[in-house]
């Protein structure tokens, strides 16, 4: 899996069963902009299950200093009353149609998400405006502190490595501010923060609705006669440039969590995402075969192989986007006594990148990354996140098969300038036994 896809941390609300769809033909996209800010998108690919996002520009980026974990603390608010309705009656009401509710949170976004059957979408669609505005009342707010610590010891090696590249390569950017509340930070939130912020971000101008599998015309119905949502606008998220680092973490593993990554692209600029999205198929992706000991495929995946001479190993391309930058590179889990070559080859894997490959080897990357942007239409969830995610940042949505074009569209000097900036500046990551890590000046 594409370390893309599991940076959003979700608590879940309600469970039930929801499928994916399979891949269509035609895709449709249409965004809409109603006066009071709330954008309006769908991904129209005719199948049977519709995913449902409402979605915040409200991630940990827009925390100031002294709220930190406020964000974490919100989402886990999620499924408590809303101003109008009990949470109990809310989450059985979506249940009783076959639906789900998660509630996700990253660096620009906050989410809620429902997925059900079509037939079912304009039930859900009504219930999800009350989940996602949730009244914070201070005994709910109490209630839901006591689940933060269980999300902490839940976090994967992976989470933890990814966050902390973040804050290696942004510092004091708003981007370098952790995903979830840190174990000092746990309860240290008051309802009246929560319910302060709650006001300023929770609010039209910096929301967007998005359906995938789902009529426009209905979403566009809901969301001109829903009153959950007040109008509003917040402020812009500080700047975040990327500045490159290192910081690394011992923790209780005899493994080494590594990450090299650099610039990447932002949400906002298409046809960089699309050279991302060729670059991590480069890099390599872990075996899609279950307990295999392949450290996966790709120029940097076989880099890495020779690297461990037979010993276990595991590699992944780093694809993060945010709404203005990025982050590309590779992730490894190796034994920590291993590291110091292995994170080595790596990053020569990377240098060979950024020195050019063939043309063969570049159009088997192509076609690898087109599969993987047409396979995301078999998972509607993720897909609708994404899009709300995107929609979020530039105000529009690109399907996954016009992604798939601009994925054909790039070219050999694309990737070779995209693998520069990573070795260029590059900044280090290590989670659990780190010793034997090198620093940036070390590469």
Not at 99 to 106: C, F, R, Y
Not at 327 to 346: F, K
Request: hydrophobic share 45%; glycine share 10%.
């Amino acid at each position: 899996m594409m370390a893309s896809k599991v940076l959003i941390q979700k608590r879940l609300a309600s469970a039930a069963a929801a499928h994916s769809t399979g891949l269509s033909s035609a895709v449709e996209t249409k965004v809409s902009k109603l006066p009071n800010g709330l954008t309006v998108a769908s991904v129209e690919a005719n199948g049977p299950v519709s995913s449902l996002v409402l979605a915040y520009r409200a991630g940990s980026r827009y925390q100031q200093p002294d709220e930190a974990g406020l964000v974490h603390h919100l989402r886990n608010n999620v499924g408590k009353d809303s101003a109008n309705y009990f949470g109990v009656k809310l989450l059985w009401q979506i249940g009783s149609v076959g639906g789900n509710v998660v509630a996700t949170h990253g660096k620009d976004v906050l989410a809620v998400q429902t997925n059900v059957l079509r037939d079912n979408s304009a039930i859900a669609v009504s219930i999800l405006g009350e989940l996602a505005k949730p009244a914070l009342k201070p005994w709910d707010v109490l209630d839901a502190n006591t689940t933060l610590a269980s999300d902490l010891q839940y976090q994967q090696p992976f989470e933890q490595v990814v966050d902390l590249v973040q804050r290696a390569a942004y510092r004091n950017g708003s981007l370098a501010t952790p995903v979830n509340a840190q174990p000092h930070e746990l309860g240290k939130v008051t309802f009246k923060q929560l319910e302060a912020f709650s006001n300023s971000r929770l609010v039209s101008g910096e929301a967007v609705l998005l359906g995938v599998n789902v009529e426009h015309s209905d979403l566009l119905g809901y969301a001109q006669a829903q009153t959950a949502v007040g109008e509003g606008r917040g402020k812009e998220a500080a700047p975040s440039p990327y500045i490159g680092g290192d910081i690394r973490v011992a923790g209780p593993s005899s493994l080494a969590h590594v990450v090299i990554a650099g610039e990447g692209a932002g949400l906002k600029d298409v046809k960089a995402v699309a050279v991302q999205k060729v670059l991590a198929a480069l890099v390599g992706q872990t075996s899609e075969v279950k307990f295999s000991a392949s450290a996966g495929s790709g120029v940097v995946g076989a880099a890495v192989q020779k690297a461990a001479n037979q010993r276990p190993v595991g590699i992944s391309a780093v694809d993060v986007n945010h709404a203005e930058t990025g982050l590309a590179g590779v992730y490894i889990v190796v034994e920590g006594q291993y590291a110091e070559p292995t994170v080595r080859a790596a990053f020569d894997g990377l240098k060979q990148v950024s020195s050019g490959v063939d043309g063969a080897v570049l159009e088997a990357a192509k076609s690898n990354a087109k599969v993987n942007a047409l396979l995301s239409l078999d998972n509607t969830a993720d897909l609708a996140f994404e899009s709300a995610a995107e929609a979020l940042a530039h105000g529009g949505v690109t399907s996954p098969l016009e992604l798939a074009e601009e994925i054909g569209k790039v070219s050999a000097e694309d990737v070779k300038k995209a693998a520069e900036r990573i070795v260029k500046k590059p900044s280090v990551a290590a989670f659990g036994r780190v010793n034997q890590v090198p620093f940036v000046d070390q590469l």
